[in-house]
């Protein structure tokens, strides 16, 4: 589907598909769909080869809200940054916010909420969350990095 109108023609939303050639990999985009609204804002959603988002954009005319994911070797979410710790992105690093040697060009390192999971290995539940870079918190806890 690239169009649907809805209540009687007066709101038309229009969807865009593409791909990317990056290698699968959970940290590395597959898909992007972007996704416009009656308005004129859009929804664009990159995705990894198994579905998962890793960057949800909003984009009102100049302004965007970003949200990112990092996913471990078993597709668990180990990192999500809020609009907070973003300054941007690429598309043209699979990875979008373009790591390098642990720490991404376009995550903020003092400003921002950035939350990090982690899973217990015996069984993969998760057992605690915690700013990143920092120490973990008991599971449920929310922490701002600055």
């Not at 769909?33 to 990159?46: A, F």
């Not at 806890?141 to 600055?146: A, F, G, N, P, W």
Request: glycine letters at 12%; charged letters at 20%; aromatic letters at 14%.
């Amino acid at each position: 589907m690239t169009k649907e109108i809805v209540q009687g023609g007066s709101r038309t939303f229009t969807f865009s598909y593409s791909e990317s050639g990056n290698t699968d990999g959970y940290n590395s985009w597959k898909t992007k769909t972007v996704e416009t609204l009656p308005g004129g804002t859009q929804n664009i959603v990159y995705s990894n080869y198994a579905g998962q988002t890793m960057l949800h954009v909003f984009q009102d005319g100049d302004d965007e809200w970003l949200e990112f994911w990092k996913y471990d070797d078993d597709a668990r979410a180990i990192l999500h940054a809020n609009p907070s710790a973003i300054s941007g992105y690429d598309e043209q690093y699979a990875d979008l916010l373009h790591e390098v040697d642990g720490n991404y060009e376009y995550l903020r390192d003092s400003a921002g909420l950035i939350e990090t999971f982690t899973y217990d290995s015996e069984n993969g539940y998760l057992t605690s969350e915690g700013p990143a870079g920092g120490p973990a918190g008991p599971a449920g806890d929310i922490h701002l990095s600055r």
